[in-house]
């Protein structure tokens, strides 16, 4: 069974910084392209990035309100995700979910975490 | 970046009745498209994949179908599980762009 487990969420302050980290376990996590996805309160779904399987060269991309100042990464030996989340502002509260995507442009998002949520606020 | 609009943003139904919702991207994404639903205080689920092919475990009273700019999904009979709010995903080039919901409320 795929599991992923999102922690680090909780309270920064604008211009913190905070790492949301994702632990995944019941597939090959190597060979799997991860997501993060955040909501805002009462809003839709944001897709944050992606960082591709390292056999696929393991690049990022990211949207563009958080380009520059987000990095996600990977440990494959750790079976882990990161999100490195930089200059946070307001607008970055909501819940971040932790996703696999099957890689395939004919595919979807496969699996998802609970989410963890993050609150900026002074 | 590719755009993607869902209408109508919410619509109320009775449990039987046939739902279909939209998705439109702003330029043609082929059929590289998902919908995913998802229930209040819950992370989303994948519905369909390629605009049209359902996963395991889907009920078939769920139905995608579309291409390039214009997308559908269909619920042929609501049923009390189907209240939720539903996403369209664009699967091309960077980012993968959801749309912005359509809620399905109950009459």
């Known amino acids: 069974e795929v599991q992923l487990v999102e922690s680090g969420g909780g309270l920064a302050k604008p211009g913190g910084s905070l790492r949301l980290d994702c632990a995944a376990s019941?597939?090959?996590?190597?060979?799997?392209?991860m997501t993060w996805v955040r909501q805002a309160p009462g809003k839709a779904l944001q897709w944050v990035g992606r960082?591709?399987?390292?056999?696929?060269?393991?690049?990022?991309d990211y949207s563009g309100p958080v380009k520059g100042r987000f990095i996600i990464s990977r440990d494959d030996s750790k079976n882990t995700l990161y999100l490195q989340m930089n200059s946070l502002t307001t607008e970055d509260t909501g819940v971040y979910f932790c996703?696999?995507?099957?890689?395939?442009?004919?595919?979807?998002?496969?699996?998802w975490g609970q989410g963890t949520l993050v609150t900026v606020s002074s | 970046d590719i755009q993607m609009t869902q209408s109508p943003s919410s619509l109320s139904a009775s449990v039987g009745d046939k739902v279909t919702m939209t998705c439109r991207a702003s330029?043609?994404?082929?059929?590289?498209l998902s919908w995913y639903q998802q229930k209040a205080g819950k992370a989303p689920r994948l519905l369909i994949s390629?605009?049209?092919t359902l996963q395991s475990g889907v009920p078939a009273r769920f139905s995608g179908s579309g291409s390039e700019t214009e997308f559908t999904l269909t619920i042929s009979s609501l049923q009390l599980e189907d209240f939720a709010t539903y996403y369209c995903?664009?699967?091309?080039?960077?980012?993968?762009?959801f749309g912005q919901g359509t809620k399905v409320e109950i009459k």
């Open positions: 996703a696999k995507d099957d890689g395939d442009i004919l595919g979807g998002i496969d699996s």
């Open positions: 019941g597939f090959t996590f190597s060979h799997a392209w």
């Open positions: 960082i591709k399987s390292n056999s696929n060269g393991g690049t990022t």
């Open positions: 330029q043609n994404i082929r059929n590289y």
């Open positions: 390629a605009a049209g």
């Open positions: 995903q664009a699967r091309v080039g960077a980012p993968w762009t």
